[in-house]
């Protein structure tokens, strides 16, 4: 993970790299640091916490400066101090470095160059790099662009760079390698960054590097792309970026999380329009029926993802099965690829990951692709290296999304995941016509009936007020509501470190019953469509052993209210896409939870939103 932001151009340095790490800080934040140079000499400041512990650090201390690179850290090697903190600079002080990913085999070139006398500060693997880098370019005698590529060549793992002269501060040297890289180019001024989103108030022209490729970025210059394994120049594709600022700030709302969870309705409307034409029974996905035969004919369907997504995964295996009758093995990809899995060429591999870049994913396709499976992949960010990397594709269209907890991004997963379900089922002559046509009705009609619900969030405050000390909290689902009730243990967990688990409801008396009592509360997901009756029973169950039962409920239903503790009412739907309106109280009730508790909402402690480390 970590976030990296470089500025090369007329104007100060700093406020742009500042505000470029305030807008990855949700990359990682334990902590930053910013190199600048001014009067011929280096200006590092660093140090542990968040990027406004950096800024009070500065302190105004900075002399203006047309050069920078700056870093937010999420830690890999070495503990969250202000020593591994980044930039870190080379032992005879020429280079300055900073870099997302990790090099595996750092211990063995730091060996070879402490055996070289090369003295470290910090315990990270960036420092090694940096070193090693100088020191290929003080003994070869090569200029930095060519040092940068020879060290690169000698090392593993995986990585995005930064790094400059002090004594030469009119170019910046950039490297990929399985962490993202960006170079805006706006006129006489140089952005560069992990995502596009620190300089989309300069200039919309930008260049993604891709994997193996570097970059020499100088004053006066075109942008220089080569490849690091062959040093062939390339010519890079240059993108004209559609994001607008709006997207990226808060918008009024307290945190990110609010902000997303209430642009729900219309991420969903993105995440359908053009693709579900209700009216005239259509839907429309050219980028993923370019492959319809592999998907209307596959044996089976294997759905790799983490965290939420694979929460979006689950919900999807309970569509495919349910309406194309297409058995589906839902993994892990952390596990998936570590496994040696049974995968032919007749495997059609789905890979839902809302940023794109989880390392996991991105290994786990690269492995099914090379076993011969179809891959089709299911992202939010535009571009993104597990987009890149699939055969076939659909955008969620969420717009980007900032809070490190998902919200929007789960929700228009399902969207997509429900389009592409019900087209093979239709497809394969599985759906009558009639309810074709309703699924299709129902489907439109989600995002107006999140946005009723979404009209007050008192009750799900108010529920939060009450249970906000617990210290645990059980999850209870059935059918296609079981993963939505993971899904609400995970995100209570994540953003207010209250222990929270998710079980299917019928699970729940062959061993998590022993935990309640009348200190357990139990959100339990009711509504009416699915298995009903089953529930009830499974309420009555938690009712006998005193457990406190917060239930989601269809709207109106008067049976689960006389006998739950609290109800927070949802709009009916059918039970397909009940998950979709499901899940927006128990995404409220841990944000309040979180909000109560005074925990960062946005930047819950010990995560980042982008998991590029294996
Ligand atoms: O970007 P991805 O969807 O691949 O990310 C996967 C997980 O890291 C992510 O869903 C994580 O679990 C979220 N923090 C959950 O809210």
Redesign the pocket.
Same mark, same amino acid.
């Given at each position: 993970m970590c976030g990296i932001v470089g500025y090369l151009g007329f104007r100060n340095a700093e406020p742009i790299i500042i505000k470029g790490l305030r807008r990855l800080e949700y990359r990682g934040y334990d902590s930053s640091g910013i190199a600048t140079v001014a009067n011929g000499g280096l200006q590092v400041v660093k140090c542990q916490g968040k990027v406004q512990d950096l800024v009070d650090k500065i302190d105004g201390s900075l002399a203006e400066s047309g050069i920078g690179i700056g870093h937010t850290r999420w830690a890999t090697h070495g503990v969250p101090n202000d020593v591994n903190a980044h930039p870190h600079v080379s032992a005879s002080g020429k280079l300055v470095l900073i870099h997302n990913g990790i090099i595996e085999n750092y211990a063995s070139i730091k060996e070879a160059l402490q055996s070289r006398g090369v003295e470290f500060k910090s315990d990270t693997d960036t420092e090694v790099l940096v070193n090693l880098i100088d020191d290929i370019r003080t003994v070869e005698g090569v200029n930095l662009a060519k040092a940068v590529r020879m060290a690169l060549n000698q090392v593993i793992g995986a990585y995005a760079i930064c790094v400059y002269e002090i004594d030469n501060p009119t170019k910046i040297v950039v490297a990929k390698k399985g962490s993202p890289l960006v170079v805006g180019i706006g006129e006489n001024e140089f952005f560069i960054a992990s995502d596009a989103t620190p300089f989309l108030e300069y200039t919309k022209t930008a260049i993604y590097l891709e994997d193996d490729e570097m970059a020499v970025v100088e004053l006066g210059e075109e942008v220089k792309v080569r490849s690091i394994p062959n040093n062939k120049a390339i010519n890079p594709y240059v993108h004209q970026l559609q994001m607008d600022i709006e997207a990226i700030e808060k918008g009024g709302y307290d945190h990110f999380m609010l902000k997303e969870i209430y642009e729900q309705p219309k991420s969903l409307r993105d995440a359908l329009r053009g693709r579900l034409l209700a009216d005239q029974g259509i839907i429309k996905m050219s980028g993923i029926f370019e492959y319809r035969e592999k998907l209307v004919n596959a044996d089976r369907i294997l759905i790799i *993802?983490?965290? @939420?997504?694979w929460h979006a995964g689950l919900v999807a295996e309970y569509l495919f099965e349910d309406l194309a009758r297409i058995p589906v093995e839902v993994e892990y990809a952390s596990e998936f690829r570590y496994r040696n899995p049974v995968i032919t060429e007749k495997d059609v591999v789905i890979a839902?990951?809302?940023? *794109?870049? @989880?390392a996991d @994913?991105l290994a786990a396709i690269k492995l099914a692709k090379e076993r011969g499976a179809t891959i089709f992949g299911v992202c939010n960010v535009v571009g993104s290296s597990i987009a890149r990397e699939s055969d076939a594709g659909a955008y969620t269209h969420a717009g980007p999304e900032i809070g =490190? !907890?998902?919200t929007k !991004?789960f929700t228009t997963q399902v969207a997509v995941l429900s389009l592409m379900a019900i087209q093979i089922a239709y497809e394969k002559g599985l759906l009558k016509e009639s309810y074709y046509y309703q699924l299709l009705a129902e489907l439109d009609a989600v995002p107006d009936k999140i946005e009723k619900m979404l009209e007050s969030d008192s009750k799900a405050k108010y529920i939060s007020s009450l249970f906000k000390d617990a210290p645990n909290f059980l999850y209870l689902g059935r059918g296609f509501n079981f993963p939505v009730a993971l899904e609400g243990a %995970? $995100?209570l967990k994540?953003i207010s470190y209250i222990h929270a688990e998710g079980y299917p409801a019928a699970e729940m008396k062959h061993g998590p019953i022993a935990l309640i009592d009348e200190n357990m509360p139990v959100v339990v997901i009711a509504p009416k469509s699915g298995q009903y009756e089953k529930i009830v029973s499974n309420i009555q169950e938690v009712k006998a052993r005193n457990g406190k039962v917060i239930a989601v409920v269809s709207k109106g239903d008067k049976e689960i209210a006389a006998m739950a503790d609290h109800v927070i009412e949802i709009e009916e739907s059918m039970e397909v896409f009940s998950p979709l309106l499901t899940t927006i109280p128990l995404q409220l009730l841990s944000y309040h939870i979180a909000v109560m508790r005074e925990c960062n909402v946005d930047q819950p402690r010990n %995560?980042a $939103?982008? =998991?590029t480390v294996e």
């Open positions: *993802g983490c965290g @939420t997504s839902i990951s809302q940023s *794109g870049e @989880t @994913t =490190v !907890a998902s !991004a %995970l $995100k994540e %995560l $939103k982008s =998991v």
